[in-house]
């Protein structure tokens, strides 16, 4: 089951209290104090392991609590100091304080161990509190006492590549179809119900992480469908890949508009972020003239169709691709513009070589 947020409370340990003991021996006169110290609390930390991808572990759980530090004892031993707790969690996890909304950690490395709260000292025992106008002390010290937190986990997943478009228009065939990942695919909207993530070999040595998001509708930034729930799921993406569907009902230009503007108005970062234009389903198209359409909406954001470019993008149809032969990337522009056909992989091997070229621009 993926989970991607997830609500309770921690508490590091407390510190064992000390001892009040005297040291009674045979043939030993006036042995003294020898009350031990007590234990440390057990730590809270947090660790990130890549083998997770779900915050699934804290479903339903209200509670986390480290162990206490053992008592000390006489014969000036120390308690057992309590084992730490680790909180496993995948790359991607915020770690917020939930009365404050502030994010306490941002975990993103693989192995990173980070402590979240500091267990309590253990108490002095009787044998610190001796002294020559005192030599049998009878008082010890308590255990401090551990930390409390109301914590709050947001996972937000990290890719290179994330797929933005409406429901439905092939998104996770795409993803299915150029990696490794093996989403559910049905004719109808909001198959994809969580996002998915693929690995995408570029020839032998290369490769990228794409992320499947669920559908973006209209007024999804203001809170409608599901799309406030995952579109904080390609904060995290390098770029962009909008979806627009050629055989929908909706013009090619109405889905491009939307889905930038939703874009925006969740995040002006994200919206700055290097981008490219997919117009899918090119094989399901039901119109007259789907060549004039697609000049139409590449003439209509702006661009000029392309003639060559060095991803053998196939010239059945017209295309857009950055020429960066004499000039830098301009990541105010697509970095390309290409019909494809997941089904009958019409392009999809060529959008994986010029993806994985447009990520090398933001090095």
Known sequence: MFIDNARFVVH????GQGCSSFRREKFVTKGGPDGGDGGKGGDVYFLVDSNTDTLSNYKGRKLFKADNGKAGMGSRMTGKSADELVLVVPPGTQVIDDDSGEVLLDLLEEGQKVKILEGGKGGLGNVHFKNSRNQRPTYFQPGLPGLSKNIRLELKLIADVGLVGYPNVGKSTLISTTSNANPEIANYEFTTLTPKLGVVEVGDYNSFVMADIPGIIDGAADGKGLGLEFLKHIERTKTLLFMIDVANHRTMLDQYTVLKQEVSKFSNELAGRNYAI???????????DLEGEIKQFITDIGLECSTSNEFGFDKEYPYYAQDLTYSRFDNSKPFFVLPI????????????YALYNLLEQNK
């Open 12 to 15: 590091s340990g407390k510190g």
């Open 278 to 288: 997919a117009l899918s389903k090119i094989d399901g198209y039901y119109g007259e």
């Open 341 to 352: 056909s997941s089904v009958t992989r019409k392009n999809t091997k060529s959008i994986t």
